[in-house]
């Protein structure tokens, strides 16, 4: 019989710690990356070689996921590391089968109806978090009955829904079957030090928490906290003499096209204009006479399909224009700019019924694992997310100062003038241009190097 694993990563002893427990129910609550649907598929295995040890009959096992792409994820996960015990593979049934049983993979997209009728040995519950109440109880738990079989639950937390209450029971030991685990990203040995030191100060607080942490936080849908630490200030009038960063999305058929405008030596909203339905020489006119009115202005746009010949119209027609162009690579750091922003109130927003609608956005705003397991900000479905685009852009294009230290006050010194200000942002540009994904600190750093402090004067 092929019953014996050869992995080219064997547990690691908090790893060991789960596998080795004699719990019918494990809830396990763990960081991304942390390795847990590998060990998952390891121990769905020894459950089954176990149970057959003991009654020489042969084991039936589900691994449930919540969607079709992440059971294609789980099945990718266990061929790799079950492939020494692997007798045949049907993929159009999504079933392993080994010498002493065989493993199924279900989707949970259909809730409880697509897990009926089977008498069960094992389940494996892959990201948990996102698998339904009915799915579990009226669906696979029962389905475990009459074998007494045995359930793991992997997932990275999501508030405090289901898989939260799961894990409580772990926690208590309820009826003495159940126990529970929670481990942060960077107790896995294998996880480089060096990348975890950089998610640490580039990830967003709530993020961070959530997804490497393992934390359960109360409010996981929402991606801007600490938002009423920006609720400041009044929108006002342009001044000639004052430095202006300007963030445009471009409305697409029923979107809307968005202009933020932020003060430079205040940090400051302070003006915001928002249309829908107009056509692009509409739009391109609507820009023009916008930021006509600040003649001290970087325009930060976005330039990703048709927004880049209005980007170019812009600049022929002399604004001062930086093309940003989306990818989701592009987006989440652009998203997770402005996260930090909010949360630590650097930027004023007036509270104003003009505004109304963008405090409404950024309160709305949430996120979504993908398959791939990267991170897609968006609006919740039926709702818009123009003017956080566009304010994003804005806060974007005001990064280099936006992260100055502050001085005391004895040492503090002016800014240099609009004009100062518009030499550093053409050598800003020049360097991002020459490397897209570059990150602001690498930007000013170089900039640094070339004595942009003696141009600003400081």
Request: hydrophobic share 40%.
């Amino acid at each position: 019989m092929k019953t014996k694993l050869i992995t080219l990563l064997p547990p690691y002893p908090l790893q060991k710690e789960i596998e080795e427990d004699n719990h019918r129910f494990r809830v396990v609550a763990c960081g991304r990356r942390w390795g847990k649907t590998l060990m998952a598929m390891r121990e769905a295995f020894q459950i089954m070689l176990r149970r057959y040890s003991r009654t020489g009959k042969k084991q039936r096992g589900w691994v449930v996921a919540p969607t079709f792409p992440l059971v294609r994820e789980s099945w990718m996960t266990a061929e790799e590391i079950l492939k020494d015990a692997i007798i045949d593979k049907k993929l159009t049934d999504m079933k392993m089968v080994f010498d002493i049983g065989f493993l199924e993979f279900k989707s949970a997209e259909r809730g409880s109806d697509g897990l009926l009728g089977a008498g069960l040995d094992l389940a494996v519950m892959d990201e948990a978090k996102l698998i339904s109440k009915a799915s579990w109880e009226e669906g696979v738990r029962p389905a475990l009955g009459d074998k007494q079989g045995e359930a793991i639950f992997i997932s990275t937390p999501r508030g405090r829904g289901f898989f939260y209450e799961l894990f409580l029971k772990g926690r208590n030991n309820e009826n003495g079957q159940w126990k529970s685990w929670q481990h942060p990203t960077h107790t896995n040995p294998f996880f480089p030090k060096e990348e975890w030191e950089v998610i640490k100060v580039s990830t967003p607080e709530m993020i961070l928490k959530q997804e490497w942490l393992a934390e359960f936080l109360e409010d996981e849908a929402t991606v801007f906290h600490n938002l009423s630490r920006c609720f400041r200030g009044d929108l006002e009038q342009a001044q000639e003499k004052e430095f202006y960063t300007i963030g445009i999305d471009l409305g697409k058929t029923e979107d809307w096209t968005v202009i933020t405008v932020m003060k430079n030596s205040t940090k400051q909203l302070v003006d915001i204009y928002r249309e829908n339905r107009l056509d692009w020489v509409v739009q391109k006119d609507l820009i023009k006479g916008i930021i006509s009115r600040y003649p001290r202005h970087l325009a930060v746009i976005d330039s990703t399909g048709l927004g880049d010949p209005i980007a170019d119209d812009l600049r022929r027609f002399g604004i001062n224009v930086k093309d940003y162009k989306f990818t989701n690579k592009s987006k989440e750091a652009l998203i997770e700019q402005l996260i930090i922003a909010i949360e630590q109130g650097l930027i004023g927003i007036p509270q104003s019924a003009q505004t109304q609608f963008l405090i409404d956005e950024i309160k709305s705003f949430n996120y979504e694992i993908l398959p791939s397991r990267r991170i897609r900000y968006c609006a919740p479905e039926g709702l818009h997310d123009d003017g956080v685009i566009s304010l994003a852009l804005a806060v974007m294009g005001l990064a280099p100062i936006l992260y100055e230290k502050p001085r005391e006050a004895q040492e503090k010194k002016k800014w240099g003038t609009a004009d100062d200000w518009e030499a550093y942002y053409k050598m800003l540009d020049y360097e991002q241009r020459k490397n897209p994904f570059m990150s602001r600190e690498q930007a000013v750093n170089r900039i640094k190097a070339r004595q942009w402090k003696r141009l600003l004067r400081v």
